[in-house]
């Protein structure tokens, strides 16, 4: 088939959850659609396209919007639920005009939708408008697995902590280390239904793929793959930070947050021996109780070690008084925003204290950072076990009974991450999953080999 004729005639519909987590993966899976000439709209509603700052570099993917909905809010409907109804009134309202928009206006017609696991019922609108869906899973293969079997009914909650909870082709887990809509069912119940039901198009979708690599989850991976074939087409980061092979893909091309320019931050790091720079950093939506901020920051400073704090507002941040008033300093420098990427992969890197949120941990390991695992919600704790217990990358803090992490706890995780046998073990493990992950999203891995066979089926098609 001859390129122009691929490049106009193929064509499909993505639509991410309207979450920076869960938009950053599927940006980079339509550039990495887009290199193998699949042409791909994206479609969000207004108010979402108008928050979000568009980079250069996506000029590639065309942007559609539909107007937002409003549905009656009542008293049993908590702010999550009404975001969710919110978003779902929309899409499913102004997709079906998009899609016969072009089917009037154009020589060719849409394809396929591929849309985040957690809109599952945007199948039904794929389905109605005769086009196939391809489900995208953006926690790692683990954590879909437990919302799987919770969904089918076969796990049991444990009642105590020490409790082991065995599944499958799993690691042994404990109570703490499962998702926290798990073993916290009543914290969030919308959210927990949103996770359970991300598997109610698992075997009607044409396609079923995953945000993770065969090497890295290669046990639940082939369990998964038993009860349904799945396509593997992580790590999905910019090509720039791991493979190379996308030239200028050095960010994902969407944004909450507008970038800030400032290049303060990598100036710092260049004055810096290398792994001698804690990094901090925990993603988009956490923010620190104060007592936890200043024994955060009294840990830090305790290591002996430099520091890079990112904190989205300083100066609402609950950060102590005298930080501030001594900021910067030649131990430590706080930003509002940087280029995360950039800065994992600064020689100066030694660890990085994260949230563990999967985008962050698969940077992390994409780049060989070691970490300092410090969870605080949703897939993060169990993503907190892969990186301690699992795949021997980092230490996982542990918390008093008020769940704070001491200062103590802090200065003690990070120098087992930085200094002695334990710590050089973990950086070569760092650094042999970070080969791995090349390999796979390199031309003819695993991840490559299934992109390309997606593409292939959507162009038969």
């Given amino acids: ?122 199948l039904d609108i794929a389905r109605e408008q005769g086009l196939k869906g391809a489900v995208l899973f953006t926690q790692p293969c683990t954590v879909c697995s437990v919302f799987y079997h919770l969904g089918k009914g076969t796990l049991e909650i444990p009642h105590d902590e020490n409790t082991e909870v065995s599944l499958p082709s799993m690691p042994v887990l404990r109570l703490k280390d499962l998702p926290s809509h798990v073993y916290d069912m009543s914290s969030y119940p919308s959210l927990l239904r949103l996770l359970i039901d991300q598997f109610s198009t698992f075997e009607k979708a044409d396609w079923r793929l995953f945000n993770t690599f065969d090497k890295l989850e290669d046990e639940i991976l082939k369990w998964m793959a038993n009860q349904y074939p799945i396509l593997t087409i992580g790590p999905m980061i910019p090509s720039m930070y791991i493979d190379k092979r996308l030239q200028g893909n050095y960010d994902y091309g969407l944004s909450f947050f507008k970038p800030n320019s400032d290049e303060s931050c990598m100036k710092w790091l260049d004055t810096k021996e290398d792994h001698s720079v804690i990094y901090i950093s925990f993603g988009s939506l956490i923010n620190l109780v104060e007592k936890q901020m200043n024994e955060l920051y009294k840990g830090l400073i305790n290591t002996g070690y430099n520091f890079l704090w990112v904190v989205k507002d300083p100066k609402e941040s609950k950060l102590p008084q005298d930080f501030i008033s001594n900021h910067p300093t030649e131990q430590g420098l706080i930003v509002n925003w940087c280029a995360q990427l950039e800065v994992l992969s600064h020689r100066a890197i030694g660890c990085f204290i994260t949230h563990c949120g999967w985008n962050s941990t698969l940077e992390a390991l994409s780049l060989g950072v070691p970490m300092v695992a410090m969870p605080q919600w949703a897939d993060q704790t169990t993503n907190a076990k892969l990186i301690a217990d699992v795949w021997g990358v980092g230490v996982r803090v542990k918390s008093d009974e008020n769940g704070i992490i001491s200062r103590e706890e802090i200065v003690a995780c990070v120098k087992n991450v930085m200094e002695g046998e334990r710590g050089i073990e973990m950086r070569r493990n760092a650094m042999n999953l970070k080969d791995l992950a090349i390999e796979s999203v390199g031309e003819g891995g695993s991840s490559d080999k299934n992109v390309t066979d997606f593409v292939m089926e959507l162009l038969s098609s």
């Fill in 1 to 122: 088939m001859e390129t122009q004729e691929i490049s106009t005639k193929s064509h499909i519909l993505a639509i991410p959850f309207p979450l920076q987590g869960h938009i950053n993966p599927m940006i980079q899976l339509c550039k990495r659609l887009v290199s193998k000439t699949i042409n791909v709209t994206l479609v969000t509603t207004a108010s979402i396209s108008k928050s979000i700052q568009i980079q250069a570099t996506n000029n590639l993917i065309n942007i559609e919007t539909v107007p937002d909905s409003t549905i009656n809010e009542n008293e049993h409907l908590d702010i999550y639920e009404v975001f969710i109804q919110s978003f779902k009134a929309s899409i499913t309202t102004g997709l079906p005009e998009i899609i016969q928009k072009q089917n009037r206006n154009s020589v060719f017609h849409y394809k396929a939708i591929l849309y985040d696991s957690l809109i599952p019922w945007t």
